[in-house]
């Protein structure tokens, strides 16, 4: 089992920054991948970001490209995203989620945390 517990979520202008952390406990092990997603009220899930273990490997929606980094850090084992030139549509409860055996499914999710950007 594993847990995931983000933090990092706040109220921001466009063009500001915020930084979201998510600490993983329990199997963490067997986080190969780790990802962000977000939903936006009304909107699907869409995932924002993945890494894999060593953090060689990243994917980003084409939303975010540019302006998001993910990144992990296995000794803390903690994953963060960055975001930058943050914009109204980014608004959304943003949630981590692990996996054990590759990019498309994951098994593990965090609650979230609510990012809102303001225009």
Do not use: H
Not at 14 to 32: I, M, N, P, Q
Not at 88 to 114: I, L, M
């Amino acid at each position: 089992q594993v847990e995931l517990v983000e933090s990092g979520g706040g109220l921001v202008q466009a063009g500001g920054s915020l930084k979201l952390s998510c600490a993983a406990s329990g199997r963490t092990g067997s986080t190969y991948i780790m990802a962000w997603f977000r939903q936006a009220p009304g909107k699907e899930r869409e995932r924002v970001a993945a890494v894999n273990w060593s953090g060689s490997t990243t994917t980003y929606a084409d939303s975010v490209k540019g302006r998001f980094t993910i990144s992990r850090d296995n000794a803390k084992n903690t994953v963060y995203l960055r975001m930058n030139s943050l914009r109204p549509e980014d608004t959304a409860v943003y949630y981590c989620a692990a996996s054990t055996n590759g990019w498309r499914t994951y098994d593990y999710w965090g609650r979230g945390t609510e990012v809102t950007v303001s225009s």
